[in-house]
């Protein structure tokens, strides 16, 4: 079946640094999403990218789906404190092309020294 | 208000127990699902359903059952419970467009 695998697993930063979680399928994607899950909270929306190298920007969050439309990337720009939590990202399996079912990597925890 | 909900928020129950866990959602969405998360393993996929009348399994359904009692409420059940399900239970819709899903506030379900 598919797979989607994350990395790293674990990165910690100071404050102020950057930092990227990588995201690749094992098959092509219709779409990918990101969901970022605070520590001890629930999984919130992010963004989702559908077109083939795809670039889109939420403040300090710039988010890229790659041509081959099979990897993402997740950049942060000057993390802050509230930028801790794990990211997730999520592409639907193919069926019929069909996006009723998320498959998701399993995340990259991120902290943040104050 | 929450736009879904999930209730308890944590269950403490031993081996052999059978256990409801119970989600609602405000949102008019058709689709919805269980996932469970467990560390360092992501969310996986338990059951979902399409509306009242679609229910799928998903990866890892063995020992779960799940009834979708109408299209604001699906239940997921662990009718033997054991050990190995210990874990974080989410309930998610996803909207009809864009196809985002939305998280309930999840249940923490111990099993002794």
């Known amino acids: 079946g598919q797979q989607v695998m994350q990395i790293p697993q674990y990165q910690h930063v100071q404050e102020g640094e950057d930092f990227t979680t990588y995201c690749n399928s094992s098959?092509?994607?219709?779409?990918i999403q990101w969901y970022k899950q605070r520590p001890g909270g629930h999984p919130v929306f992010l963004i989702q990218?559908?077109?083939?190298?795809e670039v889109k920007k939420q403040k300090r969050l710039t988010f890229q789906f790659g041509e081959a439309k099979k990897n993402s990337s997740l950049h942060i720009t000057a993390t802050q404190t509230t930028d801790v939590g794990t990211y997730f990202c999520?592409?639907?399996?193919?069926?019929?092309?069909?996006?009723?079912?998320?498959?998701f990597g399993k995340g990259t925890l991120l902290t943040v020294n104050p | 208000d929450a736009d879904v909900t999930q209730t308890p928020r944590n269950r403490i129950t031993k081996t052999g127990k059978r256990i409801m866990l119970e989600c609602s959602q405000t949102?008019?969405?058709?689709?919805m699902y269980w996932y469970r998360q467990d560390p360092g393993l992501g969310l996986r996929l338990i059951y979902y359903?399409?509306?009242?009348?679609?229910?799928n399994k998903g990866e890892i359904s063995d020992g779960y059952s799940v009834s979708r009692q109408a299209q604001a409420k699906f239940s997921l059940s662990l009718e033997s419970a054991i050990p190995n399900q210990t874990a974080l239970y989410f309930c998610?819709?996803?909207?009809?467009?864009?196809?985002?899903?939305?998280f309930g506030p999840g249940t923490r379900l111990t099993v002794l």
């Open positions: 998610a819709t996803r909207a009809p467009v864009y196809n985002e899903q939305f």
């Open positions: 098959t092509t994607l219709s779409n």
């Open positions: 990218l559908v077109k083939s190298g």
């Open positions: 999520a592409g639907p399996e193919n069926s019929g092309g069909s996006n009723y079912k998320l498959t």
């Open positions: 949102k008019g969405h058709d689709r």
């Open positions: 359903s399409f509306d009242v009348k679609d229910i």
